[in-house]
């Protein structure tokens, strides 16, 4: 189900938002604030697409009565197999010429994130547009994530899912999000476009506006599927040759990959120049810790 909003030329920039179940996951406030945040946007370059996974617990009535009077605002409701699904389902319907991901309980760091966004995106056009991310704690607290390099790709995620626009034709050239990784999708796609040599740019100002929850990742979970993403990307390396998904998971708690491994990646004439960069980046902290005696993986 969802509502028309086909009026008009098409958009420069699609929000996707995945839900299900939002009602009884105790989310109805958080969402609240999701669509009062795309209000204050007032950005007619932009609309917004509710990707719903059939949600039986009220949810769908509950978005339906929320976005009534939400212009630019569709909501489709359809099984799906899960958050990197519905993200995909929402890429598919989208309009836009780039796509922007935001989950259903955070929000947009400032009122005017993409009026100044499109501005950029119209000027350079460039492959995916990047930014930092406001983590903000329940007392009000807030602090900016400052680590955000693309150079860090293989390592960690370079920047935050909620805060990368990204060109809709590049994320189907892609094949979108590999459903196959539960947590680490997110990271195997920005590994593939960086891998795949597409031109990025950084915006200096933050993008998407995080709301700590609590330490309540899995950590453990999350290092498996990073191992599951690298054992794939590395397959053909003779240095990965004898790793297993445990040895990949112990770099991913380590946060550096082996020395021979990226010296390989260096040696390789086919490889990209952000990999290559990446790789430098990487085998620079590799070496710098093999010398840190005092450290404790």
């Known amino acids: 189900m969802s509502a028309p909003s086909e009026t008009g ?28 945040c795309m209000a204050r946007q007032n950005c007619d370059r932009s609309e917004h697409i509710i990707q719903d996974g059939a949600s039986t617990d009220g949810t769908v009535e509950f978005i339906q009565d ?38 259903s309980d955070d929000s947009l760091a400032a009122d005017d994130v993409l009026n100044r966004a499109a501005e950029r995106l119209t000027a350079t056009r460039p492959d995916y547009l990047f930014g930092s991310t406001l983590h903000r704690s329940a007392d009000g607290g807030e602090k900016m994530e400052k ?22 034709d590049v994320f189907q050239e892609l094949g979108g999000h590999d459903t196959q990784f539960r947590i680490a999708g997110d990271y195997d796609l920005m590994l593939r476009l960086v891998a795949g040599g597409y031109r990025g740019e950084r915006m200096d100002e933050p993008i998407s506006l995080f709301w700590d929850r609590g330490e309540t990742s899995d950590q ?29 998971a112990e770099f991913y708690r380590r946060g550096h990959m082996p020395a021979n491994l990226l010296i390989e990646v260096l040696r390789r004439p086919e490889t990209p ?22 450290r404790r993986y």
């Open 147 to 168: 680590r955000m390099s693309v150079k860090a790709i293989l390592q960690r995620m370079p920047f935050c899912h909620n805060s990368v626009f990204l060109r809709r």
């Open 9 to 36: 030329d098409a958009p420069l920039i699609s929000v996707i938002t995945a839900t299900w179940n939002l009602l009884s996951q105790g989310r109805r406030d958080t969402f609240r604030r999701v669509i009062e």
């Open 66 to 103: 929320l976005i009534a009077d939400a212009p630019r605002t569709r909501l489709i409701s359809e099984p799906d197999q899960g958050l990197y699904d519905a993200m995909n389902r929402g890429v598919k319907a989208a309009r836009g010429e780039y796509v922007l991901f935001l989950n």
């Open 220 to 248: 453990q979970a999350t290092g498996q599927d990073y191992a599951r993403v690298w054992q794939r990307f590395f397959a053909d390396y003779r240095a990965a040759q004898g790793l297993d998904l445990g040895d990949f």
């Open 273 to 294: 120049l952000p990999i290559r960069r990446a790789a430098k980046h990487g085998l620079a902290k590799s070496l710098r810790r093999s010398v840190q005696f005092w």
